[in-house]
């Protein structure tokens, strides 16, 4: 393993930008294809790697799949794109996965009335507010699916991260297509700032859930 590390780190240093802009030169030995998650390779990604790698990452899983890494490759304001070695993309906008691309059944779109965790408070979530959003799919197309979201607080929790324990809030969000017949719960670890560390969501009903982590958050 050591061997490997070291291999790993003269071919990432020694270059200065990423790969046609997306995937650092060395970086695909790093983990398997995310594709291969779904179908549930057992694939670990080792910390001193992900530790090693200069730039900002998050670890996902989806399914009872292996966790594999992501690491950004643009930020365009509030939203953040993330991808993997063999051009698989989420996008994701405070702390929601809003797009994705190269998966079986992707996001393409999502229209919603959230505008971000700065606007939530415990008050409103007691309340039960509805926010609602239209999921557009591609593989096969399906547009303006309509999904209504409900928050609620679940408390402050030690959370075990990769590289280390976090307090974090976690906020549990329900969201329905009654049209379908749809319904799961969401869930979102915050920090105090209401940064998202780590979240579970159902983005498609023709998909399982995604886990993701944030490892090296973006600056």
Known sequence: MKKIISLFLIVLTSCSSLNNGKIAPGY????????????????????????????????????????????????????????????????????????TQGLPNNLFENLTSFEGWSDIDVDVLDKKEKFISYYSFRNPEFNNLEVSSQYSNSGKTELQLTFGKKQLLLLNERISAESIGWEKINSYWLDDQKYVWRSVQHISPRLPPIYYEVTKKPL
């Open 28 to 99: 695909f030995e790093a983990f398997e294809s995310i594709k291969n998650l779904i179908f549930g390779f057992d694939n670990q990604i080792d910390p001193q790697i992900i530790e090693n790698i200069p730039y900002a990452s998050i670890l996902v899983r989806i399914g009872n799949g292996p966790e594999a890494l992501m690491i950004l490759q643009r930020v365009n304001g509030d939203e953040y794109t993330w991808v993997s070695a063999d051009d698989v993309y989420l996008v994701i906008k405070n702390g929601k996965i809003i797009k």
